[in-house]
């Protein structure tokens, strides 16, 4: 049976003595000794039945006969590395890790929809969550720390392909007591008089950026207070009163005892939510297999 891992090691150091152009500066190269080159060469000489190399007081040259050998060898190489990689892609397929990237404020319903089939695909596969800000998570999509993130808004940078699931439209949460909180429906003019509560995180910030953007559109200016908590517990102020707050649609769907949740009345961007991962040809089986859940069951 042939040797794969000596002949792909001896064509190796082939290549290095056709770049460097001598034996020695190919040992110096390799950190290897100069008889170690020559014994390997000759090796791979007598494995092929030719001559690879003219060797004179100046140098070592390939012979047209190695030349030739030398590129379609060099193909053959590339050949078997990517199918090496092909198979380590797809044991990842049936064993493998997902690591995935969500905003800090993320509808659970969108867990349920996607990840409960994925997990019924490739039972076997790990998948890490790791929760951050939008900005943190294209740097680890690009760096490859992250498979794939959910971040908040629209992403238009290069490096990135990209990929709308989800579109909420925003609701006001206010106290039931309330005097607004039997109206059917709310606008940004009625709110001049009330405090805004958000909190001070990174999913805070872009609801208030969201916010600002859309109220700009009626003219006044928003009283907004910021709190060190989480939504939960900011929740949990408005129920007792101190303030009212803009929240996602699929946050109304859990109970919220003291909460009631109100649409705008007035045309308003949806709050969306993208997929983001590295713009390459090859994708890990396991991200694409993932991607085609995306495709069939996004909003």
């Excluded at 390939?62 to 092909?86: K, N, V």
């Excluded at 405090?195 to 700009?216: C, F, H, Q, W």
């Amino acid at each position: 049976m042939t040797d794969l891992s000596f002949d792909l090691r001896n064509l190796r150091y082939a290549k290095c003595v056709a770049d460097v152009g001598s034996i020695r500066r190919a040992a110096d190269e390799l950190n290897l000794a100069q008889s170690t080159i020559s014994r390997r060469l000759q090796q791979l000489e007598h494995r092929i039945g030719a001559s690879l190399f003219v060797r004179t007081a100046n140098g070592t040259t390939l012979t047209p006969a190695g030349s030739r050998f030398l590129e379609r060898a060099e193909l053959g190489a590339q050949q078997m590395h990517r199918a090496i990689d092909d198979i380590r892609l797809v044991e990842r397929d049936s064993a493998g890790v997902l690591s995935v990237g969500i905003p800090h404020a993320f509808p659970a319903e969108f867990f349920r929809r996607i990840f409960r089939p994925f997990r019924q695909c490739l039972p076997n596969v790990h998948v890490h969550v790791k929760e951050a800000a939008a900005e943190a998570h294209l740097y680890a999509v690009a760096s490859g720390h992250l498979d794939i993130a959910f971040v908040f808004g629209e992403v238009t940078r290069k490096g990135y392909r990209c990929k709308r699931i989800l579109n909420e439209f925003p609701l006001l949460a206010l106290p039931n007591e309330h005097r607004l909180a039997k109206c059917e429906g709310m606008k940004w003019e009625q709110l001049a008089s009330e405090t805004l509560m958000l909190t001070d995180d990174p999913a805070g910030k872009e609801i208030e950026s969201y916010v600002i953007r859309n109220s700009s559109k009626w003219g006044g200016k928003l009283r907004i207070v910021r709190h060190s908590i989480s939504q939960e517990n900011l929740l949990a102020l408005i129920a007792s009163g101190m303030g009212m707050t803009v929240v996602p649609q699929s946050a109304a769907m859990l109970d919220r005892p003291g909460v009631a949740f109100l649409p705008f009345r007035e045309e308003i961007e949806p709050l969306i939510y993208n997929a983001v991962w590295r713009a390459e040809r090859r994708l890990q089986p396991v991200l694409c297999r993932f991607l085609r859940l995306l495709e069939s069951h996004s909003a």
